[in-house]
């Protein structure tokens, strides 16, 4: 297994898109929708590094949820101009709004450690435990 910062950031990025430990990309690190597990199952990295660290996850689910309407909305209003449809734009911004960052919630976490760990690499005193076979 190649430490984080050796791997790249599309593969941490990847890694994180698809739900899986950004350090060894092992899978199973929820418990739930809303859970994740404290450690990775597969190689023990802890997933909390510091007080308050998923509140930069939050930041990620936001800024996520903020683009992908922006994207709707300019495609929207330019594609019905000058006759925009103001009530059904509304409602979808509010669905889009309400249920997307629930759905997108775990991949938030997920891509938030990834973005993490690239900026941020494992120091020594972090460094799980090694398992046995």
Known sequence: MLPARQVGFGVLLRRG?????PVCGGKNIFSGWFSLHDHCPTCGYRFVREDGYWVSAIIVNMA????????????????????????????????MNILFPVFFFPYSKTV????????????TSEHPPLRKL
């Not at 898109?17 to 430990?21: A, F, V």
């Not at 938030?112 to 120091?123: Q, R, S």
């Open 17 to 21: 898109l698809r739900k899986r430990c």
């Open 64 to 95: 996520v949820i903020e683009v992908l309407f922006l994207v709707v909305f300019m495609i929207t209003v330019v594609a019905t101009a000058p006759e925009v449809p103001w009530v059904p734009l509304v409602i979808i911004a509010a669905v």
């Open 112 to 123: 938030w450690m990834a973005v993490d760990l690239y900026f941020h690499p494992i120091e």
